[in-house]
């Protein structure tokens, strides 16, 4: 073998290694994604749009930006929904949601900061004072599907 062959043997030979390398890691570690359903009750017959947001960090979360999942869903004179959220990756979330009524795309709350305007997280948490914090929302994902259950107040 001379040198030219010899170089294109070694270069074949390590890029089929980093192929067979990158392809086992993928295989022994897979990022899992399962379709979640969520319910929301307790609409109370009203009209308007949910914004729901699913949150991966305390910061996102507590500042209320930069949700990994969002979603805007219209409703009717529903008193229940369900809304499926698919290719959602194993892990740790918080869910906030809030039925919009009057169409300005934001929370209403009174003089006092209190919401006038139904609301909910996950887990089902609603302080008398106070929204949701992350750690009693949060709630985890594996690999199984699941039914994700918000009552809004």
């Given amino acids: 073998m001379n040198k030219s062959h010899t170089q294109n043997y070694i270069f074949m030979m390590t890029h089929y290694l980093l192929k067979s390398f990158l392809f086992f890691a993928a295989i022994s570690n897979p990022v899992l994604d399962t379709k979640q359903n969520l319910v929301v009750s307790h609409l109370e017959n009203k009209s308007g749009k949910l914004y729901i947001g699913w949150y991966n960090s305390q910061e996102?979360?507590?500042?209320?930006?930069?949700?990994?999942?969002?979603?805007?869903?219209?409703?009717?004179?529903q008193a229940e929904i369900s809304i499926p959220f698919d290719n959602?990756?194993?892990?740790?979330?918080?869910?906030?949601?809030?039925?919009?009524?009057?169409?300005?795309?934001?929370?209403?709350?009174?003089?006092?900061?209190?919401?006038?305007?139904?609301?909910?997280?996950?887990?089902?948490?609603?302080?008398?004072?106070?929204?949701?914090?992350?750690?009693?929302?949060?709630?985890?994902?594996?690999?199984?599907?699941?039914?994700?259950?918000?009552?809004?107040?």
């Fill in 60 to 77: 996102n979360y507590k500042n209320n930006k930069n949700p990994v999942f969002t979603k805007v869903v219209e409703v009717k004179n």
């Fill in 88 to 153: 959602i990756p194993e892990g740790k979330y918080a869910i906030s949601i809030f039925l919009d009524e009057n169409g300005n795309k934001k929370m209403d709350t009174n003089f006092l900061g209190i919401p006038k305007e139904k609301y909910g997280f996950s887990n089902n948490v609603i302080p008398a004072t106070r929204a949701a914090s992350y750690e009693e929302a949060v709630f985890e994902i594996n690999k199984n599907s699941k039914t994700i259950s918000i009552r809004l107040k």
